[in-house]
Nanobody, 123 residues
Framework: QVHIVESGGGLVQAGGSLRLSCTAS????????VGWFRQAPGKEREEVAC????????YWAPSIKGGFTISRNNANATVSLLMNNLKPEDTAMYYC????????????????WGQGTQVTVSS
């Protein structure tokens, strides 16, 4: 069982930056694939970025457009998502998820989830 806690969300003006953190416990972190997802009100949860245990990264549409960067620190069992040049359309609840296989886009394929951290970007 993997327990996940996200932090770092908040209110930021358009063009600003935030760094989200995801801390995982209870599993073998080095073998854990970690992904970031987001869900805006009234919309489906969508994939943002993913990182394998060996550090290999996969970026999906929202992070590519926004210039987001995912990174991990296995020693601290944390994964960060640095978000630069934020836009109002980036406003959403951001979730961290974990699984023991590769990066996949479908949220239903992920086994462990945190409670989320809210990101609000004002115009």
């Amino acid at each position: 069982q993997v327990h996940i806690v996200e932090s770092g969300g908040g209110l930021v003006q358009a063009g600003g930056s935030l760094r989200l953190s995801c801390t995982a416990s209870g599993g073998t972190f080095d073998d854990t694939t970690v992904g970031w997802f987001r869900q805006a009100p009234g919309k489906e949860r969508e994939e943002v970025a993913c990182v394998l245990g060996n550090g290999e990264r996969t970026y999906w549409a929202p992070s590519i457009k926004g210039g987001f960067t995912i990174s991990r620190n296995n020693a601290n069992a944390t994964v960060s998502l640095l978000m630069n040049n934020l836009k109002p359309e980036d406003t959403a609840m951001y979730y961290c998820a974990a699984r023991y296989r590769g990066c996949v886009r479908s949220p239903s394929e992920w086994n462990y989830w945190g409670q989320g951290t809210q990101v609000t970007v004002s115009s």
